[in-house]
């Protein structure tokens, strides 16, 4: 993974403010935030490079898909990593649309296995980084 000189030395504001799913200030507070802060949300978070290759993936979400950090970082996340999410509804927004801030009702197929969740897609034309939230349906 290449470091991003960006999400270097800061941290997320504390969960009460910014560090909410959906707190209309959580993409500055993600694209902001170092690596521990990352980790800390309560909630899924995946930060994508523009075309979908995975630059971070946080402790909750390898906790919740089983998937080590280490096993997704630099491949594909709507081809490689979660397949199920290379659609219309996820993908095809991330890739296609300028600018994103959507909540959606969502279920992950991930071995087999129905999920409900609900899923924030979150991008601007500013970063480098666009950014996946993942809340178990029912939190």
Not at 63 to 90: D, H, M, Y
């Amino acid at each position: 993974m290449h470091a991003n000189p960006k999400l270097a030395g800061s941290s997320l504001p504390a969960p009460d403010r910014a560090g909410s799913f959906s707190d209309p200030e959580l993409f500055d507070a993600l694209d902001g935030s170092d690596e521990a802060a990352f980790n800390q949300l309560e909630f899924g978070a995946i930060a994508l490079r523009k075309g979908g290759m995975v630059e971070r993936y946080n402790d909750v979400e390898a906790r919740w898909s089983g998937l080590r950090p280490e096993s997704v970082i630099g491949k594909n996340f709507f081809t490689q990593v979660a397949p199920c999410t290379n659609n219309e509804i996820v993908a095809a927004r991330f890739l296609t649309e300028y600018r994103l801030d959507r909540v959606v009702e969502y279920v992950f197929t991930y071995r087999m296995i129905l999920t409900r969740v609900r899923l924030r897609l979150l991008k601007r034309p500013s970063s480098p980084l666009m950014y996946l939230l993942v809340k178990l349906d029912g939190e």
